[in-house]
């Protein structure tokens, strides 16, 4: 077996880096597990002696795993849900961020996340550009629940913190060549390169290229491909012992051709629905009356509500093509440039005193375009224009007293974004764009402190205050009737109003306003405290106990269909949790086990539901949310390496608002939380074999569970998900001198059609229904060379 020293992970102890954030090097009898430092509590501590339920991987554990982007995090994480893409949005970098049954599934700027996505600290405010491929990542965190003191607002599930290399004193770079199916294309070449002594860099850069795997059957591009150009750079300065400046820029290029979605079935019996069928030249069961297009009220073909009856031709509510056929029509896109920069010093001021700061800015860009309904017939199409930049300054003074028995953390924090987020929708009746200007802004101040009672038992207490402004300007536009659309040129003259205002008012003429063009501003503050007793019952057993809170801000409304003098909003959701648990090492340090047990009481739930077919947020309701997760890794010779966790969630509703019980889309008690699986579950199990005195060859096999979940909050039944498995397997081969790495992987081998995210407007008069699936079986061969 080769040498192998701390920290130059390769492939056998690269397989050791379980998701409890293990690492390995080589002792006299073999593996075994070792110290991993996070700074989950903004200070850097072994991981096992943190008393919270954070998960850690390093950038080896991932890619062997083939966890190449944040989305396929949730494959490795017990009670950890990220999709790629959220509804509506058109864009396959718009994340959906659910821990512990609590996330939101809305992307747009005037709604908050979650669970808070950070980047080498700085806050990603937006879902939009929440999907990150890994470039040069270092590790990623996962912090299971509230972290509302120390990580602040939209936490209140929990965060995901990844973490880039930084520069390093040796010279040595990489370059690694990727190929697959699907004629797949990647390409990345990283370059650490000291410049002196005291001034280190470190590069990246990686192009993804791949076809989509849903082909539209009517014409156009396949959509789910990849095509990116993302880079990165790092500087590192230390002019002195005591003074460290680190800096870091990234940008993202995607071109690709759009949201992998396909239709789940049409309402024939609704508004667009029916009025589908009437244009489309394979439905027979409809005669237009050819006189309709200048009579003064609805078409003559029949009206909402009797259907085409099933007739061939005609779109139902089987229509269906299939997981990975679209019958969509109408133009396809997602476009997003991202870049960012940030600025981290560090100063030691003595022996009790050192202060940080962390300044970012990021700049987002995204068009999209999508085809809601994926059917030939013109339902529900969109296309998204979207802006955000946001600057960000937190200031840390933190320090120990007390003899060292005192650790504490004082902080400050400014954030501020401003943007716009313009959304033509096409209609049959009509077409309108949705959407407006933002300018959000937040303030916060923060403590938190640790006291070691005794030796082995230590009191943590947080505090956080913090206070949000959120304005808004409404951009909502009539284009007219359906004629403007371009789509249905002198089909339905007349008809917007109709639908498109409450009660059947008046028609809209091109360029009246649906919402007051004015700024409207609300503001919202809270609180949110945390105490944590944690006790060391040995060297190898803790056990903790902890009482958190959490705060999401609260915000507007962006989509109308009929005037709105002003636009409606929705206040903060918060959460309670109780949480105990325990960190172990066993086993003369073969086993490493950890568990943790939640309790959540979630307060003032945004909940998203659709007035007609505009989908409106209301503070509906109270939850209860009891759970678990289980991590282990298991090292029982120095060739074997086994990793497990196992995932819980108990949620339901215990009260809900008469606003989101008696609307057209009603919710019940009974029904289950969105994105919240009952059970997950992962195994992975690996072997290493010597291959002479020159490489070694690591098979592994990983399976996951995924429990059955509702995408959307009335559980409509055609973007419901049905549990799965997800197995797959990869050969990893490494030189003995650390130089050539070639990885044959396989994912989904068992080839599993499964729903990542839907979006339904069957019982509105929009009539769709939206689903995307996840990628089938497909493999890949990478070859790496690394040079030093």
């Known amino acids: 077996m080769k040498t192998i020293k701390y920290g130059l992970t390769p492939l056998i102890a690269t397989s050791l880096l379980a998701s ?68 509506s949005s058109g864009s ?64 209140i599930g929990g965060a995901v913190a990844i973490y880039s290399k930084r520069p390093e004193p040796e010279a040595s770079g990489s370059v690694q060549l990727q190929v697959g199916d699907d004629d797949m294309r990647y390409a990345t070449a990283k370059v650490n390169m000291p410049v002196s002594e005291d001034l280190l860099t470190n590069f990246a850069i990686s192009s993804r290229k791949r076809d989509g795997y849903v082909d539209r059957i009517f014409g156009g591009p396949s959509t789910g491909d990849d095509d990116s150009l993302a880079g990165r750079g790092s500087l590192l300065w230390t002019p002195t012992d005591d003074f460290e400046l680190y800096a870091i820029a990234d940008a993202t290029k995607i071109r690709e051709n759009g949201t992998p979605g396909v239709t789940g079935g049409v309402n024939d019996k609704a508004a667009f ?6 244009v489309l030249a394979s439905c027979t069961a409809v005669n237009i009356n050819p006189d309709f297009g200048v009579l003064p009220g609805p078409p003559s073909f029949p009206p909402p509500g009797v259907g085409a009856g099933g007739a061939p031709g005609c779109l139902t509510p089987d229509t269906f093509y299939g997981e990975y056929k679209s019958g969509g029509t109408f133009p396809t896109k997602s476009d997003l440039d991202i870049w960012g920069a940030s600025v981290e010093m560090t100063w030691n001021v003595n022996d009790w005193l050192t202060i940080k700061s962390i300044t970012g800015y990021r700049d987002m860009d995204m068009e999209s375009s999508r085809d809601g309904d994926n059917t030939p017939g013109i339902i529900f199409a969109t296309r998204d224009f979207y802006e955000q930049d946001q600057f960000s300054q937190e200031l840390q003074f933190s320090g120990v007293a007390m003899e060292d028995r005192l650790k504490w953390l004082l902080g400050l924090y400014y954030f501020q974004e ?25 303030e916060a101040a923060f403590f938190q402190a640790t006291y070691d009672m005794t030796d082995k038992l230590a009191l943590t207490f947080g505090v956080r205050y913090t206070e949000d402004t959120k304005q808004f300007k409404p951009d909502q536009i009539s284009y007219g009737d359906a004629s403007a659309s371009g789509l249905f040129p002198n089909v339905f003259p007349g008809f917007a109003g109709f639908y498109l205002q409450s009660g059947g008012g008046p028609p809209l003429a091109a360029g009246e306003r649906l919402a007051t063009f004015a700024w409207f501003e609300e503001e919202f503050d ?93 503070n509906g309701g109270e939850a209860t949310i009891d759970g678990a997760e289980v991590e282990l890794t298991w090292v029982p010779t120095d060739r074997w390496y086994v990793t497990a966790s196992v995932g819980y969630i108990d949620a339901e509703y215990d009260k809900l608002d008469p606003r989101v019980t008696t609307n057209l889309t009603p919710l019940d008690k009974s029904f289950k939380l969105v994105n919240t699986p009952e059970l997950s579950a992962a195994l992975g199990v690996a072997y290493t074999f010597d291959l002479g005195d020159w490489a070694t060859l690591t098979p592994r096999v990983d399976w996951s569970y995924h429990d059955e979940q509702e995408n959307d909050a009335i559980n409509t039944p055609q973007i419901h998900q049905d549990s799965y498995d997800m197995l797959n397997a990869s050969m990893a081969l490494e030189t003995n001198d650390g130089r050539w790495e070639g990885l044959l992987s396989f994912r989904n081998i068992t080839d599993e059609a499964y729903i990542i995210t839907g979006n339904s407007s069957f019982q509105t008069s929009a009539a769709y229904v939206e689903q995307v699936y996840g990628r089938p079986f497909e493999w890949s061969l990478s070859v790496k060379y690394n040079f030093f």
Do not use: C, W
């Open 20 to 87: 409890s954030g293990i690492q390995a090097e080589e002792a006299s009898t073999g593996f075994a597990l070792e110290e991993i430092v996070v700074t989950a509590r903004k200070r850097e501590e072994n991981l096992q002696s943190t008393p919270i339920a954070v998960s850690a991987f390093t950038d080896r554990e991932l890619a062997y795993r083939q966890i190449d982007s944040t989305d396929k995090l949730s494959d490795i994480t017990p009670n950890l849900t990220f999709d790629s893409a959220s509804p």
């Open 92 to 155: 396959s970098s718009a994340a959906q961020i659910f821990i512990r049954g609590i996330g939101q599934t809305d992307f747009t700027p005037v709604t908050d996340p979650g669970v808070g996505l950070y980047v080498d600290g700085i806050y990603m405010a937006r879902s939009v550009g929440g999907v990150l491929d890994f470039i040069d990542v270092q590790r990623i965190e996962v912090l299971r629940g509230p972290q509302g003191t120390l990580f602040g607002r939209n936490t």
């Open 273 to 278: 629905g029916t009025f589908a069928n009437g």
């Open 418 to 442: 401003d943007g716009f987020n313009k959304n033509p929708v096409f209609l049959p009746v009509g077409s309108i764009q949705s959407g407006g200007i933002f300018d959000n802004e937040s």
């Open 526 to 618: 809270d609180t949110n405290i945390m105490l944590n007793l944690s006790y060391q019952m040995t060297d190898d057993f803790m056990v903790y106990a902890t009482y958190s809170e959490g705060y999401k801000s609260g915000g507007y409304d962006q989509r109308f269909t009929q005037f709105t003098d002003v636009p409606s909003s929705f206040d903060p959701e918060t959460v309670e949790s109780y949480e105990v648990g325990f960190k172990s090492d066993l086993l003369d340090s073969s086993v490493r086990l950890n568990v943790a047990m939640f309790h959540t009481d979630y307060s003032d739930l945004q909940i998203i539901i659709r007035e007609g077919f505009n989908p409106i947020t209301y």
